[in-house]
């Protein structure tokens, strides 16, 4: 996941360097495939950083990406990240950006339909795989559970989805000082872990195995 920090994507030249920087490193460390996106201030993709980033990152395969990084924890403790906030979904035109990605070579497009869930953007997705004609995969993410997958997956025509699968699990700590909180005002409960939840992504793979 290359991402310098949270907010928008428009990138200082200081990010842009540091961004090349993670590219190396997660090459370097044997990466399967980066997760990136850069706008223009005027909302269109910015194919300079674009292009440069995908130099850096050949021959592994790159998606435009949902921004903001989240790290989760399986009940058996294993850590992984996750990530919100997309940045095709804050484009000006997306039927412009999509064709955009396709000439940069973008693999992959990891979107909500420019809306705040995949189920409320589900229109433009729909449109956005018909106008990818198999060229780039469209990637729904953005509030997606085993209760709404199938008829994303239905209304869509995508053959991917993204998804965080998580649940709650109540922290191990015995003593607990409800007076401070570790972030905004409206953060989540510090003493409630969000955790990958495998009967969840059992029945996610089962409902998207029936369909597709």
Do not use: W
């Not at 540091?18 to 194919?47: I, P, W």
């Amino acid at each position: 996941m290359i991402r310098p920090r949270g907010g928008d994507f428009l990138y200082s030249e200081q990010e842009a360097d540091v961004m090349k920087r993670d590219v190396a490193a997660m090459k370097s460390h044997g990466a399967d495939g980066l997760v990136l996106g850069a706008l223009t201030e005027d909302g269109r993709v910015d194919t300079e950083l674009c292009t440069t980033l995908l130099a850096a990152a050949h021959p592994l395969p790159v998606t435009f990406h949902r921004g903001n990084l989240r790290l989760f924890e399986t009940s058996s403790g294993v850590r992984f990240f996750t990530f919100f906030t997309q940045a095709f979904d804050m484009v000006q035109d997306p039927a412009a950006a999509l064709e955009t990605l396709v000439s940069l070579g973008i693999r992959r497009l990891l979107t909500s339909g420019c809306d705040n869930s995949a189920l409320e953007g589900l229109p433009l997705i729909k449109c956005l795989v018909e106008q990818a004609k198999g060229r780039i995969t469209i990637m729904p993410g953005g509030g997606i559970t085993e209760r709404n997958l199938q008829r994303i997956l239905e209304g869509s025509g995508a053959h991917e989805f993204h998804c965080s699968a998580r649940s709650g699990r109540d922290s191990a700590m015995k003593f607990r000082n409800n007076r401070v909180t570790m972030g905004a005002t409206f953060s989540a409960p510090e003493y409630n872990l969000k955790v990958a939840d495998v009967l969840k992504v059992q029945t996610l793979n089962a409902i998207a195995r029936n369909i597709l």
